[in-house]
Nanobody, 120 residues
Framework: QVQVVESGGGLVQPGGSLRLSCAAS????????MGWYRQAPGKQRELVAF???????NYADAVRGRFTISRDNAKNTVYLQMNSLKPEDTAVYYC??????????????WGQGTQVTVSS
């Protein structure tokens, strides 16, 4: 059994910062891709950033230069440092992990989401 849990969302003023965390636990052999997605009201879920198990990163154009994704493989945790936040960053942020399970097979696991609201 595998669980993925996000934390760190909240309300912040424009120009502020937040750090999201996502921890995977359970019968995990290894985690390949770890990524952050977001979904604003009335919009489709979109990729924000991802990081591979080797540390290669990729960002959506809308957040490049403001957001930084990182991971701690020993803790099976991925982080998203969000700086210079804008109202258009308001969304529910989801973590997705591509996990190889100890008893075999790999699947994508999603967290439950954490709300980020950027407003004055």
């Amino acid at each position: 059994q595998v669980q993925v849990v996000e934390s760190g969302g909240g309300l912040v003023q424009p120009g502020g910062s937040l750090r999201l965390s996502c921890a995977a636990s359970g019968s995990i052999a290894t985690i390949y891709l770890m990524g952050w997605y977001r979904q604003a009201p009335g919009k489709q879920r979109e990729l924000v950033a991802f990081i591979t198990n080797l540390g290669t990163t990729n960002y959506a154009d809308a957040v490049r230069g403001r957001f930084t994704i990182s991971r701690d493989n020993a803790k099976n945790t991925v982080y998203l440092q969000m700086n210079s936040l804008k109202p258009e960053d308001t969304a529910v942020y989801y973590c997705k992990c591509n996990i190889v399970r100890q008893y075999g097979g790999s699947l994508d696991y999603w967290g439950q989401g954490t709300q980020v609201t950027v407003s004055s």
